[in-house]
């Protein structure tokens, strides 16, 4: 079954500890992204990809890395997290440049920091 | 930075009754998507129209998109319980070598049994 995976779906944690929400797709996509969610702004773009090795800043990146060492995995990493970074996080993948251009998601990583 | 906007932000209507989701976005896109999200999940995508295409349908769903107003409707024809979601128009445009999708905030349909 094509899809996206997260792991894992939910998370507390405390601040500054360093955590990794992992995301893999089968579909052989090469453009992957990160979005956080929250209540009234919709979702907003942290980072993306479009190919292995070749990630930028979207536009709320401030706390997050990611890597792409693999077309199919494109983990989130939260070096020292915050309470601000309290939310609903979402990877999604789409085949790759030009269409077609709707997007995967993954079923969401809810995640707390206290 | 935030560019589609949905109204209204939540719609509460009988099952059988039409519901009409309205996206107003601020710069110029080469399409424009609508997504649905059941509470807590992750998105679904629904339908796709390209800025060159006025209509779409897509089994009860009807898109329209109006460049010249920078505006989008989606109408969700004889509603069902089962409609009920979060409904996101997504705004999709060229940034750099990328086709960037930007999010609006959402309208949360309720539809009553």
């Known amino acids: 079954e094509a899809q996206v995976t997260q792991n894992p779906r939910y998370l507390i944690t405390v601040t500054g500890k360093k955590l990794t929400v992992t995301c893999s797709q089968n579909?052989?996509?090469?453009?992957m992204s990160w979005y956080r969610q929250d209540p009234g702004l919709g979702l907003r773009q942290i980072y993306y990809?479009?190919?292995?090795?070749?990630?930028d800043k979207g536009d709320v990146p401030e706390g997050y890395k990611v890597s792409r060492k693999e077309k199919r995995n494109f983990p989130l990493i939260l070096e020292s997290p915050s309470p601000n970074q309290t939310s609903l996080y979402f990877c999604?993948?789409?085949?790759?440049?030009?269409?077609?251009?709707?997007?995967?998601f993954g079923p969401g990583t809810r995640l707390t920091v206290t | 930075s935030q560019q589609g906007e949905e109204d209204p932000q939540a719609l509460s209507i009988q099952e059988g009754e039409n519901a009409t989701m309205n996206c107003s976005y601020k710069?110029?896109?080469?399409?424009l998507q609508w997504y649905r999200q059941n509470s807590g999940r992750g998105l679904v995508h629904l339908i796709l129209?390209?800025?060159?295409?006025r209509e779409k349908h897509s089994g009860r769903l009807r898109v329209t998109l109006d460049t010249s107003k920078k505006s989008s409707s989606l109408l969700i024809t004889a509603s069902r319980a089962a409609d009920t979601a979060s409904y996101f128009c997504?705004?999709?445009?060229?940034?750099?070598?990328?086709?960037?999708?930007?999010f609006g905030a959402g309208t949360r349909l309720a539809v009553h049994p």
């Open positions: 999604a993948s789409r085949l790759g440049p030009g269409q077609p251009y709707e997007q995967y």
């Open positions: 579909m052989n996509h090469e453009y």
């Open positions: 990809s479009m190919n292995v090795e070749v990630t």
């Open positions: 710069t110029s896109i080469n399409n």
């Open positions: 129209i390209r800025s060159n295409e």
């Open positions: 997504a705004t999709g445009a060229r940034s750099g070598g990328y086709n960037k999708l930007i």
